[in-house]
């Protein structure tokens, strides 16, 4: 399975996708803000990295700009799950390096569903 780090700034969804993702055998790891989530990132090179948009200290755009201008995150995968949902927002944030944009609320099947096509990619 895979490591996952989860950067979300809201412990209950935070503890959601944590449980979800634990429960089919992936490794998951928490931080609770964007700048939280881009020490995480480079202290332990995960598979793929889940953000929310709207956070403290760095937005989930701003640590997505920072892995993908890091040769070392080329293959990490990155998904923003989030309430917004225009589509300039998915398009900014595809601009900005996402691989898969997932507006909450969601399921937890649809959240493993997509999860794993992603994971697949690799």
């Given amino acids: ?3 996952v780090l989860v950067v979300e700034d809201d412990a209950d969804v935070a503890s959601l996708l944590r449980q979800v993702l634990a429960a089919v055998g992936h490794d998951v790891d928490v931080a609770p803000d964007g700048g939280a989530g881009l020490e995480a990132a480079y202290a332990h090179h995960p598979d793929m990295v889940i953000l929310d948009w709207m956070m403290p200290i760095k937005t989930g755009i701003e640590v ?3 892995l993908r201008s890091d040769p070392e995150f080329a293959s990490t ?4 799950v989030t309430a917004r949902s225009s589509p300039q927002d998915v398009s900014r944030a595809k601009a900005a390096g996402v691989d898969d944009y997932f507006v909450k609320p969601f399921t937890p099947r649809e959240l493993r569903a997509r999860v ?6 690799n």
Avoid at 77 to 80: G, L, T, V
Avoid at 116 to 121: G, P, V
């Fill in 77 to 80: 995968r990155i998904m923003m």
């Fill in 1 to 3: 399975m895979a490591h």
């Fill in 64 to 66: 997505c700009t920072a």
């Fill in 116 to 121: 794993a096509t992603l994971l697949e990619r």
